[in-house]
């Protein structure tokens, strides 16, 4: 009887990351183990080592990676809360539909499986979810983790302050890659009134970027009236190919422009370009002003006499 006592104290004491239940058959407790996910590290959308430039990069425990419309991977590093070696099934699927995948992989190690040509919904989010199981007690250790996923996503900068008539700049147009899919983006500038400003070029495609990288553009702008005008900046991913008007919500949100049934995200910067005033002068400029009243002081002079 004392054995029994000491055994039920012992059992009592192990850590909460054990849970105690039943056994009928035998009548007396036995633990159960949690199952832990944690970060991945080898993945763009659960933080990846292999582009340390990325923005928006963080932790997660599900690692989503789909580069192209083939394929996306799904990543997972899960243990048993003991640390102890074993096997852990995990079934992933994609949006509650069909679209599954799985595999038996063995806990403590960085693993994953690929859902191949994933249909995604390009018009609204994307749900990973993934169940994690012990093969031999599916019904008593379990985990679920989601994670959402937009295919395809972006966001535009574009920045310019005071401008005069005359000056010549260098543009910076960013364009942020916020979804899964690696494309470049065309990008269109024009102008209201066109007359009132040279672009070069005006029509250009950027660098192909994956999730969270920059692509940037850096057309040559020449100001040449003293007048309001808008600039409009149209841009698109190539990777998104579908002929589709009104445009959806995402990623175009309300600023969008149709043309050729195909959708465009739509920025418009108004800028007022002014006649350059004397402080803007650089010290030379000064010195030509100086120089030219001068000569044109003699000549009003000589001419008196």
């Keep these: 009887m004392k054995k029994v006592i000491s055994l039920l104290l012992a059992l009592a004491s192990i850590s909460s990351a054990y849970a105690q239940t039943l056994n009928p058959s035998q009548g007396f407790p ?20 292999d582009y340390p430039d990325t923005l928006l990069t963080q932790e997660h425990p599900l690692g989503l990676e789909g580069h192209t419309k083939d394929y996306l991977n799904i990543r997972w590093n899960a243990s048993y809360s003991d640390w102890s070696r074993g096997y852990i099934r995990v079934e992933c699927r994609l949006n509650n539909t069909g679209q599954t995948c799985a595999k038996t992989s063995v806990s403590g190690e960085e693993d994953g499986c690929t859902i191949m040509f ?41 920045s310019l302050g005071s401008v005069t008539v005359g000056q010549e700049l260098a543009w910076e147009i960013d364009v942020l890659n916020k979804g899964a899919l690696a494309t470049n983006f065309s990008v269109n500038i024009s102008s209201s009134p066109p007359t009132a400003i040279w672009i070069n ?105």
């Excluded at 036995?30 to 080592?49: D, E, H």
């Design 118 to 158: 994933p249909s995604y919904n390009y018009s609204s989010n994307n749900t990973v979810v993934c169940n994690f199981t012990d093969p031999l007690h599916p019904n008593l250790f379990n985990d679920t983790v989601n994670r959402s996923i937009q295919p395809i996503a972006f966001s535009v900068g574009a």
């Design 30 to 49: 036995f633990l159960i183990l949690s199952i832990w996910v944690f970060p991945v590290k080898t993945s763009p959308y659960g933080g990846n080592p």
């Design 201 to 305: 070029p005006s029509i250009a495609n950027t660098s192909s970027v994956y999730w969270g990288e920059v692509a940037r553009l850096y057309p040559q702008l020449s100001f040449l009236l003293a007048t309001d005008l808008t600039l409009k900046v149209l841009v698109r991913p190539t990777v998104d190919d579908r002929i589709s008007c009104p445009c959806p919500q995402i990623p175009y949100t309300d600023n969008s422009e149709c043309i050729d049934n195909k959708c465009w995200y739509k920025l418009e910067i108004p800028i007022k370009v002014k006649i350059a005033s004397l402080p803007e002068f650089d010290v030379f400029g000064i010195l030509q002003i100086i120089l030219l009243a001068m000569v044109l002081l003699l000549i009003l002079i000589k001419s008196k006499y």
